[in-house]
Every structure is written in C-alpha cells, then in structure tokens.
C-alpha cells in the first residue's frame, strides 16, 4: 500500500499536506499555502521530484528549518484541522 497525502487548513487558515505512511506515520508536512490550488500544485511538485530524488547527506543540518521529533504537532494541534476531500481537490 502506497502512503497518502492529506490536505488540510491548520490553525493560522492556511493550507498544507502532509505525507503519511501506510500504519499513518507522518513522513513529511508542507510549508503554509495560500490557497488550496496552490497546495495540490505543491502535491504535484513533491510527486514529480520524490521518484527521482537524490540522497544527499549534510554533515550540520540546513540553516532556518527546525527539526523535532514530531513536526506536525508543533505545526498544529490535530483538534483544529480541518480535513479535505480528496475528490474536491481539483477545484
């Protein structure tokens, strides 16, 4: 079973996915989108490089990105989000 992206609105408005394994995992979660087009557009983008992506190993981590051990927590609380359809994504 493939993993699944899921759209949502969190605490600030703000549109963002996230990318979750098959047991629900969270591998990965978006940066804020305006709007919903601009968020499945993001969707698409990450789709298109993630099957042809490079490993890369960096010896520090990346200036101005904050890591934790549970990134959607410190993003928003899960009681605020707000989900989406996955068949009203397109408009």
Do not use: N, W
Not at 10 to 25: C, I, K, N, V
Not at 42 to 47: D, E, Q, S
């Amino acid at each position: 079973m493939a993993g699944m992206f899921e759209l949502f609105i969190d605490a600030e408005a703000s549109f963002r996915f996230q990318l979750t394994a098959p047991d629900g995992t969270v591998m990965a979660v978006s940066r804020p989108f305006p709007s919903k087009a601009a968020a499945v557009e993001g969707i698409a983008a990450v789709r298109e490089y993630a099957g042809m992506g490079h490993v890369k190993e960096l010896a520090a981590p990346p200036a101005e990105r904050h890591f934790g051990s549970r990134p959607h927590a410190a993003i928003r609380p899960p009681s605020k989000r707000v989900p989406l359809q996955c068949q009203r994504l397109a408009g």
